[in-house]
Antibody, heavy 120, light 109 residues
Framework: EVHLLESGGGLVQPGGSLRLSCAAFGFTFSNYAMNWVRQAPGKGLEWVSSLSHGGQSTYYADSVKGRFTISRDNSKNTLYLQMNSLRAEDTAIYYC?????????????WGQGNMVTVSS | QSVLTQPPSASGTPGQRVTISCSGNSSNIGSNTVSWYQQLPGTAPKLLIYNNNQRPSGVPDRFSGSKSGTSASLAISGLQSEDEADYYCAAWDGSLNGLFGGGTKLTVL
């Protein structure tokens, strides 16, 4: 059974940094692209970033480009999101989502989400 | 404002058929497949429809998807109280940017 477990969220001051992790279980992690999607309080879903199965291709929303870095360690079955220069508008629940193919396509399984709050 | 446009709300009574629309343009829905996600209150989203009209295993056949040109639709037949949720359409654009609709809150009256 596919299971995604996010960690690393919390409260951070504006301008600060945070690294989210997503541990994957129940599938061959290295075969699939992985994604981050966020949801601000009371708002809709927003795609943040995607990473191909081998880690060679990365994709970012304009709102986070240059500040966030997606990466993966296929030996540890773990996806990461390094978030720098955080802003109040980055406050959201961050979901890790498995893709159905090796390159970004469909978010077929989601983690439970991890809250990130950017506030002084 | 989302690039993919959905009505903010929809409603129906138990047993009815409800449709939710998703409008895009030639660079997103017009060129790529559409998926739909259901988010029950307080939970993570769940894949409902992929490749415009395919259902993952476990999704009831009451849920169906379609696409025509630059628009897509999600239909729910035999509406049930447990279908009350937020529904989101999604697609990619030509630069492989992920796009979500603004979401539609479905109320079962």
């Amino acid at each position: 059974e596919v299971h995604l477990l996010e960690s690393g969220g919390g409260l951070v001051q504006p301008g600060g940094s945070l690294r989210l992790s997503c541990a994957a279980f129940g599938f061959t992690f290295s075969n699939y692209a992985m994604n981050w999607v966020r949801q601000a309080p009371g708002k809709g879903l927003e795609w943040v970033s995607s990473l191909s199965h081998g880690g060679q291709s990365t994709y970012y929303a304009d709102s986070v480009k240059g500040r966030f870095t997606i990466s993966r360690d296929n030996s540890k079955n773990t996806l990461y999101l390094q978030m720098n220069s955080l802003r109040a508008e980055d406050t959201a629940i961050y979901y890790c989502a498995k893709d159905s193919y090796g390159y970004p396509s469909t978010f077929d399984y989601w983690g439970q989400g991890n809250m990130v709050t950017v506030s002084s | 404002q989302s690039v993919l446009t959905q009505p903010p709300s929809a409603s129906g009574t138990p047993g009815q058929r409800v449709t939710i629309s998703c409008s895009g343009n030639s660079s997103n829905i017009g060129s790529n497949t559409v998926s739909w996600y259901q988010q029950l209150p307080g939970t993570a989203p769940k894949l409902l429809i992929y490749n415009n009209n395919q259902r993952p295993s476990g999704v009831p056949d009451r849920f169906s998807g379609s696409k025509s040109g630059t628009s897509a639709s999600l239909a729910i037949s035999g509406l049930q109280s447990e279908d009350e949720a937020d529904y989101y359409c999604a697609a990619w654009d030509g630069s492989l940017n992920g796009l979500f609709g603004g979401g539609t809150k479905l109320t079962v009256l």
